[in-house]
C-alpha cells in the first residue's frame, strides 16, 4: 500500500531515534551520525513519498549508504588521529542492544561492507534481502560479510559478562581506588592482562598508545594520582556509557573526562578513557551543570 503524501516529518520523526542508533553504530560519532540524518530527512523531502511502499526501509537505506560514504573518508582521517581513536562515548541504554564500546572497536577493524552487514542484520534485526537492498550487494554477499563480521565481533564479546550491579561496584570501587592512590586496592580490581586506552585527540593531555598490562597501568594510575591531581576529581555521573559500567569526572585540570570498563569474572580487562572535548558534548548535555 503506498503512503499518502503526508507532512514529510510526520513519518520522519517517528523513525529518527533507529536511524541515528544506526548511524552512531555505524560512524562511533554523534555529530556526524546526526548530520547523516539530517541529509537522510532532506532527501526524503525532495523524495515522491506517495510512491514510497516501505518509509522505513528507504530511509534506513538511505541512512547506510551515507554513512558508507562518511566512512570512506573518516578512514583517512582516523589513520592521522592523533593517539588511540575511541567511539565517542554515549549515555544510552537500549533494550536487547548488547553492542557495548569494546565491540564498537571490534567492528573499527571491519571494512564498512562488513560492518554495514552485521549491525543491520545482527544488531537492528533486518533480514538479508533488506540488507542486499541497502548496501547494493546480493544477499548471499551480505552473509558473507555479516558471517565475516561476527567471527571478529565474538572474539570481542566477554566470555564471563558481569551483571548491571555488579558492573556498578567494580566501576565504583575503581573510581574510589584511583582517587586515593590506593594501588593495593586498584591491584585486586585489574587483570593481569589489562588494557588502557586513552582518547585526547590531541586536544588534552593522554596516553599516545594503548597501555598492556597491569603493572603499567598501577604505574600510570599513580603517577597521574602522585602529580596530577586525581584525589581532586568530582563525580558527576555513575552509571553506563555505550553498555558497560562507567563514570564521569570533572579532573583538577577542567577536563571533563569518561572512565568505562570491560569486566570479565570479576577483574577489569580494559579501561577506556575519553578526554577529547570534541567527543564529549552529547556527554557534557547528559550530565548536565555538574559538567562545569
Known sequence: MKLPDA?????????????????????G????????????YLRWHQTD??????AEAVLVRTVTRLCLDVLKSARVQ?????GTWLPEPIVETVEGDDLTLTLMMALERLSPLERAAFLL????????????KAIDRDPAACRQLASRARSHVREARPRFPVSEGQGRELASAFFTASRSGDVNALQALLA???????????RTKAALN????????????????QHSGLALSKLVYEGAIDGLPAFVTLEADGVLQTTALAIEEGRI??????????????IRRAVGEDAT
Not at 517517528?14 to 560512524?27: C, F, G, H, Q, S
Not at 580487562?269 to 572535548?277: D, E, F, L, M, S
Open 192 to 202: 593481569q592482562d589489562v588494557i588502557t586506552y586513552s582518547d585526547g585527540g590531541g
Open 7 to 27: 507532512n514529510p516529518a510526520d513519518v520522519f520523526d517517528p523513525l529518527r531515534p533507529r536511524l541515528l542508533r544506526i548511524a552512531y553504530r555505524m560512524l
Open 29 to 40: 560519532i554523534v555529530a556526524e551520525a546526526e548530520d547523516v540524518v539530517q541529509e537522510a
Open 269 to 282: 580487562v580494559a579501561i577506556y578513557v575519553t578526554r577529547n572535548p570534541d567527543k564529549l558534548h552529547s
Open 49 to 54: 513519498r506517495a510512491a514510497v511502499r516501505d
Open 78 to 82: 582516523r589513520e592521522q588521529y592523533v
Open 121 to 132: 542484520h545482527d544488531v537492528f534485526g533486518m533480514d538479508f534481502d533488506e540488507v542486499a
Open 210 to 225: 594503548p597501555i598492556y598490562g597491569a603493572e603499567k597501568t598501577l604505574r600510570l594510575l599513580d603517577g597521574l594520582f
